[in-house]
Nanobody, 125 residues
Framework: QVQLVESGGGLVQAGDSLRLSCAAS????????MGWFRQGPGQEREFVAA????????AYADSVKGRFTISRDNAKNTGYLQMNSLKPDDTAVYYC??????????????????WGQGTQVTVSS
C-alpha cells in the first residue's frame, strides 16, 4: 500500500515558478515509477511528466518540455515537479501517482496504481 500526498500548489502569476512535492508512505515507493498528471477545468486528466524507479529516465508532455523538471529522492520517499515559466494554460489540479510494481508504460494512466488527492495550481495572466 502506498499513500501519496501532494503539496506546493498555489496562485501565481504568469512567468513565475512553483515546486510541487509528493510525499509517499509505504516501503515500495522506490520500486515504482512515479508520474505527475493534471486536470484543468472541464478537461480530462492528462500526462505531465514521469520518472523511472531510479530516477535515471524521465519523460515529459510536449506542452511542458523545457519548463518542468521531474525528480525524486527515494531516501526521502518524495517526488518533485519543478515548474518554471508558468502559463495560464498550466492552471489545473496536479496529481502525483505511483505505478504498479510491474508496469509496461509509465506514460499511460492505466499503469498507475496509487494516486494523491491533488493540489491546485492557478496561474493568472
Amino acid at each position: 500500500q502506498v499513500q501519496l500526498v501532494e503539496s506546493g500548489g498555489g496562485l501565481v502569476q504568469a512567468g513565475d515558478s512553483l515546486r510541487l512535492s509528493c510525499a509517499a508512505s509505504g516501503r515500495t515507493f522506490s520500486n515504482r515509477a512515479m508520474g505527475w498528471f493534471r486536470q484543468g477545468p472541464g478537461q480530462e486528466r492528462e500526462f505531465v511528466a514521469a520518472i523511472s524507479r531510479s530516477g535515471d529516465n524521465t519523460a515529459y508532455a510536449d506542452s511542458v518540455k523545457g519548463r518542468f523538471t521531474i525528480s525524486r529522492d527515494n531516501a526521502k520517499n518524495t517526488g518533485y515537479l519543478q515548474m518554471n515559466s508558468l502559463k495560464p494554460d498550466d492552471t489545473a489540479v496536479y496529481y502525483c501517482a505511483a505505478t504498479k510494481i510491474i508496469y509496461r508504460n509509465y506514460l499511460s494512466m492505466n499503469d498507475y496504481e496509487y494516486w494523491g488527492q491533488g493540489t491546485q495550481v492557478t496561474v493568472s495572466s
